[in-house]
């Protein structure tokens, strides 16, 4: 069973910047895709950033050009550096990674506000 824990949110004000950590319990190597998921309030879940083993990056329209994902293979993290946040940026993030299965962490909150 794979662990994930992220860490990182907090409230920041709009503008302000935050960056996400997830650390996994095991080589980053073995899954084929990781990356960052987000839920807000009455919302469903939706797709932020995800990086391919490979080194492909996709990143939903809403956060391009303002959230990187990076993954740390020494560490086995995957970080998820955001910039220019907005009030609309606030919600639960999740990481994940596939393997043969998705994998989840509990979630980590962030808020955007004045």
Not at 5 to 10: A, F, I, R
Not at 17 to 37: D, K, P, Q, T, V
Not at 49 to 54: K, W
Request: proline content about 3%; hydrophobic content about 35%; some cysteine.
């Amino acid at each position: 069973q794979v662990q994930l824990v992220e860490s990182g949110g907090c409230l920041v004000q709009p503008g302000g910047s935050l960056r996400l950590s997830c650390a996994a319990s095991e080589n980053i190597f073995s899954f084929f895709s990781m990356g960052w998921y987000r839920q807000a309030p009455g919302k469903q879940r939706e797709l932020v950033a995800v990086v391919l083993n490979g080194g492909f990056t996709t990143y939903a329209d809403s956060v391009k050009g303002r959230f990187t994902i990076s993954r740390d293979n020494a560490k086995n993290t995957i970080d998820l550096q955001m910039n220019t946040l907005k009030p609309e940026d606030t919600a639960v993030y999740y990481c994940y990674v596939h393997r043969s299965l998705d994998y989840w962490g509990q979630g980590t909150q962030v808020t955007v506000s004045s």
